[in-house]
């Protein structure tokens, strides 16, 4: 077959083909990678297809693609979503910037607190640990340790204030 008849021919059945494979993979993305491999192994094996069988060849090079398609995904292990969110960050630079600048300030705030407050602040709202695990590590009652923390609060919110205002 001739370069020209290999347009003619994916002009003709990319339709087909495409249905075909969505059909099999249930997957529209996956469908348009596979037919795009379909038509690149159909213009490798060209000169194996007779002119008069070109769609039955065409669906069995599909055919093909897809098993392939299936054993790899087959072998590879699915990660959820949860995985690629932690690879990239989701943030534009300006709201990282702007996420940095304000950890800046809680820092700056965080920093002229008392030790007490200090440690009772990060153990809960950064460290994300209970009221009562935080309080047992502070060695201090529970009541104590939410006044201690409603107190270094109030001095991050106000020193936030200021630097707003």
Not at 94 to 107: N, Y
Request: with cysteine.
């Amino acid at each position: 077959m001739k370069r020209h008849t290999l347009d003619s021919m994916y002009q003709s059945y990319v339709k087909d083909v495409y249905r075909y494979l969505i059909s099999l993979c249930r997957d529209h993305h996956a469908a348009e990678d596979l037919v795009q491999e379909t038509f690149y192994r159909a213009y490798l094996y060209l000169d194996n297809c007779k002119d008069d069988k070109i769609k039955p060849w065409l669906f069995r090079v599909a055919y093909n693609v897809f098993v392939d398609y299936y054993r790899k995904e087959q072998r590879s292990i699915p990660t959820g979503t949860e995985f690629f969110m932690q690879l990239s960050e989701p943030q534009t630079p300006d709201e990282l910037l702007l996420k940095k600048e304000l950890w800046g300030h809680i820092g700056d705030a965080i920093s002229t607190l008392p030790v007490n407050q200090k440690q009772a602040i990060l153990l809960h709202d950064f460290h994300e640990l209970s009221y009562r695990e935080a309080a047992e590590i502070m060695e201090i009652r529970l009541s104590h340790f939410k006044i201690l923390l409603y107190r270094a609060r109030q001095v991050v919110r106000q020193h936030n204030e200021r630097q707003g205002s």
